[in-house]
């Protein structure tokens, strides 16, 4: 039985890693993506990268009108030719309720390939733009919390302690090894 997927949450080192292009496109990243894709809706989420459920590989799923035929799946994202800044509110499905307003660029250049390896370009400005850069962000190991300023970070503190104190709960450090027996000491 494969192992379910699910999200996984903030401060899981799995969010943290650089995520490594994806090479192989068949039914595997197919089935992935779709699952994914599922995940984001349930969550109530625009995206979702694959690093937020375990894989550490460069692919995102995102619907950024929540109809059905907009559902993306982007590969191997590379972003140029940035113009302008923008500052909006932004939450993330693996940092459960904290939403902090984060500075994005305002419109961005897309290359990338679909779920078969067909590669697409496309220009984006404002919400969608936005969505990429998120999940990008997620490709290469960074959070909000990251890109937030120090008022936002002191005003989630507390929130951020306790998805620590629950993902050290979950994730007990292992036993230390047994000690070796003492030493006879000779006479
Ligand atoms: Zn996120």
């Not at 005003?155 to 104190?165: N, P, S, Y």
Request: proline share 11%; with cysteine.
């Amino acid at each position: 039985m494969p192992e379910e997927l699910k999200i996984i949450f903030y401060p899981d080192p799995r969010l943290r890693k650089m995520s490594k292009p994806v090479k192989d496109f068949g039914p595997d990243l197919a089935l992935l993506a779709v699952k994914m894709l599922d995940l984001m809706r349930t969550g109530q989420g625009v995206g979702l990268a694959a690093p937020q459920v375990g894989k550490n590989i460069r692919l995102f799923v995102m619907n950024a009108t929540g109809k059905p035929e907009d559902d993306r799946v982007i590969v191997n994202p590379l972003l140029s030719d940035p113009d302008g800044e923008e500052s909006a509110e932004e939450g993330c499905l693996s940092i459960p309720d904290i939403k902090t307003d984060v500075l994005r660029l305002k419109t961005l250049r897309l290359n990338a390939q679909d779920v078969n390896g067909k590669p697409f370009e496309e220009t984006a400005t404002g919400f969608v733009a936005r969505v990429w850069q998120h999940e990008i962000d997620h490709l290469n190991g960074t959070l909000i919390i990251d890109r937030m300023g120090a008022l936002a970070k002191m005003a989630h503190r507390r929130k951020l302690k306790d998805l620590e104190d629950k993902y050290a709960a979950a994730h007990p450090p292992p036993p230390p090894p047994p000690k070796p027996p003492p030493k006879k000491k000779r006479k």
